[in-house]
């Protein structure tokens, strides 16, 4: 953890917007190098779309970053920056303030022998020039992509740099108060230290995309993880001093009661973060060391994904696709907590969205939130379950209905019953493959007759992560992941096996962004037989494989043959053990 460097012009505001001349400007370099052609050029500039040149230009594939960012290397006589092979230095970063980057397009690399090398989107002249006036120093420029750039910025300014002051000040003002005072300070004072540390850590938290933050006490410190790509990861190290102090201020933004510190208790907070709306589930519980938190979070900004992002492969996605049109039945998503299930349910939700049909949903929380479908929020203190707002929306006259989740026997039951008499309904299940949830069905105590009238698809899931594109290098498998790819019809990838090595972009890690694997169990008669009759767990699978069920573990593994992924990650992430 670093310290917050100073700056030459500390945090001085700069202003040098892209206008008019610099978009004039690089449309006549591109037209010179034969990049773009001058109809190409006219047909951007008419966009209504606003944002650079550049972006109009990317954004519509004209030309990609990469080549962008050479062919203004080339004119400019300037090198091109690989953040593969780069690392800032701290020296370097402390030149600059995050927003003082941000408005330059430009993040400092190194400094050597008085010249600072920076990283630009545009090595223009007048933006050097710009750039030698905030650093009063000269500057070595070298081009990089906009994707890169944010990426690289993300990853030097973290929010959590500046904690070890605010950790100081904690310690500096509240040695010798109590924690009442403690708490008095942390609800009144929005500058408190304390307030600081759980907006830093939260912040960062949405800028390293972590889907969950855990504040953990143990022993005489406090750890703050991060659950990034589906994997936790370690943030931070805080003295255990603070650490009531942290479990009062989220419970007084989520509306909790914080003088109770025995019984679990459930929040929401809702924020603004980076201009971006945030809605946080927070879940505190005791445990040896005092009081545990972690908070889910919900980005709302987030872009939905379509049914051909999600991972499937395209004769699963058509088959998919074409299921979830029926008139009348039910779609199921099963899989663990945080295996994408929502995901893949508000991807169906997009396709099926139309002026012509009633969509309705139940859910707990409603993630997104959509203009043209009616979305019911469970509220149980207000007496709105799902299975009493599955009733309501029954007499919404609705043609699809989504279930965010079936937790219980009422529930389950009114789905199938919807599901018989006219709706389509799509919802959500805990089980481990597509054939275990319907015997989640049976053992919630819903007929076989009903299940097998009612359900027309399963849809298992995991979520595994990608190697990072930016740091592949070759390597070679384990005896046992060799054999684990073997023993599913693995082969060897066309450009060999690789893997990511850790770079800037990924944390190191390895692996950046995810992607779905599916098991998709269609309820043929044959299965409808099998299920009425009870038939046993293996029966049934050995029928759906003999009718063409891929398993979660053969998709993954086909995954890995096309370079996608690593088998270390699928034995990671995918239960493979009695399959």
Known sequence: MRLKGKHSKADAPVAVARNDEDDERLGRILVGAGRLQPYQLDAARGLADGGSLAARLTATGVITEDALARTLADHHQVGVADFRSLTPDAEAIALLTRDQAITLDALP?????????????????????????????????????????????????????????????????????????????????????????VQKVITQALRDRASDVH??????????????????????????????????????????????????????????????EVDIRVSTTAVVGGEKVVMRLLDKSRPLFRLEQLGMPADTAARYSQLIRSPFGMVICAGPTGGGKTTTLY??????????KNLMTIEDPVEYTF?????????????????????SILRQDPDVILVGEIRDVDTARIAVQSALTGHFVL???????????????????IEAFLIASSVTAVVAQRLVRRSCTSCLAPYQPSPEELAFLRSFGGTEPMGGWQHGTGCHFCAHTGYLERIGVYEMLVVTDEVRELIVDRAPHDQMRKLARSQGMRTLQEQAVRLVGDGVTTAAEVMRAIYVAGV
């Open 109 to 197: 690399i190194t400094t050597a022998d008085g010249t600072v090398t920076v990283a630009v989107l545009d090595p223009a002249p007048e933006r050097v020039q710009a750039l030698v006036a905030v650093l009063e120093q000269p500057v070595r420029p070298l081009v990089t992509t906009r994707r890169d750039l944010d990426r690289a910025i993300a990853s030097a300014y973290p929010a959590t740099r500046e904690v070890v002051g605010h950790i100081q000040a904690f310690e500096a003002r509240d040695v010798l108060r109590r924690e009442a005072e403690q708490l008095d300070s942390v609800s009144v004072n929005e500058e408190a230290p304390v307030v600081q540390v």
């Open 215 to 276: 504040i953990e006490p143990s022993g005489d410190r406090v750890r703050i993880r991060y659950r990034i790509d589906g994997a936790l990861t370690d943030v931070l190290d805080l003295p255990g001093s603070i650490g009531p102090a942290l479990v009062s201020r989220v419970k007084i933004l989520g509306g909790m009661n914080i003088v109770e510190r025995r019984r679990p208790q459930d929040g929401q907070i809702t924020m603004e973060v980076d201009g971006r």
């Open 347 to 356: 991807a169906s939700l997009g396709e099926l969205n139309t002026p012509e």
């Open 371 to 391: 203009d043209s479908i009616n979305q019911i929020q469970i509220n149980e203190q207000a007496g709105i379950t799902f299975a009493g707002g599955l009733k």
């Open 427 to 445: 919802s959500s299940l805990h089980a481990t493959e597509a054939v275990s949830a319907l015997y989640r069905l049976l053992d919630m105590g």
